[in-house]
Structures are given as C-alpha cells and as structure tokens.
C-alpha cells in the first residue's frame, strides 16, 4: 500500500481529523497534486485548535498556490491570513513581500520584509516540517537589501555590515 493510499484510508476514518488532513496535504503536495493539496492544507487550518498547524498549512497554501501560478490574489490571501493567525513570526511576511514585489508594490514590500526581520531576530517554536522555501535571517536580510533598493532606501547600513561580515566568515 502506498503513503498517498494509507492516508486516505484514514482520513475516511476521520475526515474531520486536522493532522490527518495536514498529512494528506503533504502527500498530495509530494504528488504536485496541488489543488487536493490546498484543499486539505485549508482544511487542516480550518479544523485544527493549533495556531502553529493553521499557521503553517496557511504557508504551504500560498506556496502552492504559487506552484499553479496565475493566482495572485489568492496566494497573497494565504500568507495575509497565516499574519493574522501568528503575527510574530516571519515567514509570512517573506512570501507576502515577494507576492508585493511581484506585483510591483515595492514600499509595501519593503515594509513586510523589515517587519519578518525584526521578528526572525526572536526564537519561534519549529514548524511541524521546515519550510524548504525559506532561507531564514540572512534571506530576509538580502530582501531587505533588494527592495530597499528598488524602493530607493539608501539608509541601510546596518545590514550591508551585516552581509559584509556574513561574507567574510564563509570564505
């Protein structure tokens, strides 16, 4: 029996079960059956009583959604709901401030990405599984660097030090 099989047998067990649809969702999401995906990953947010769970099924949501492509608005809603639910933690505000650039909206951009930095600065409890789309401090940073940029921020001192001695100690 496959996982993707196994999974579904139990979620017809227990179709109300939010961890048994956030299982399901990263099966289909390994499968790239992306709409099923979305779908359970809503479904997990939904039903579940953990903010972290309905935070981090809102993530993989937005990602996805990203995947099928041509649904911006969609995707931006995803990542604006996973800030309401855990507003202290910064990976929504990397993937909504790429969604912003996207569209061309570089000082909104700019500010959801300075609010994920001062947030990445504080320890967060793990997510259930990392989120291999996100790079973390120094990601945010180099955003921060890139939409300053193209908003035309010069005052950003602070973090090219910081890349600079980032550089050094790599080499």
Not at 42 to 71: F, H, N, S, V, W
Not at 130 to 150: D, H, M, T, V
């Amino acid at each position: 029996m496959t996982k993707i099989e196994q999974k579904l047998i139990e979620y017809a067990l227990d179709s109300e079960n939010a961890k048994i649809n956030y299982e399901l969702a990263l099966e289909y999401d390994n499968l790239n059956q992306i709409a099923s995906a979305i779908s359970h990953y809503i479904r997990c947010a939904e039903r579940t009583d953990e903010p972290l769970l309905a935070y981090e099924c809102l993530l993989r949501g937005g990602i996805a959604t990203k995947r099928q492509g041509m649904r911006i608005h969609t995707e931006k809603s995803f990542f604006q709901n996973a800030v309401n639910i855990c507003p202290e933690r910064p990976e929504a505000y990397s993937f909504l401030a790429e969604v912003l650039t996207e569209k061309g909206d570089h000082h909104h951009a700019y500010t959801y990405i300075c609010i994920g930095v001062n947030c990445a600065k504080n320890e967060h409890p793990n997510l259930l599984n990392p989120i291999k789309n996100y790079g973390g401090l120094i990601e945010l940073k180099i955003k921060k660097l890139i939409y300053a940029k193209k908003c035309g921020i010069e005052d950003i001192d602070n973090d090219i030090s910081f890349l600079n001695n980032l550089i050094k100690h790599v080499k």
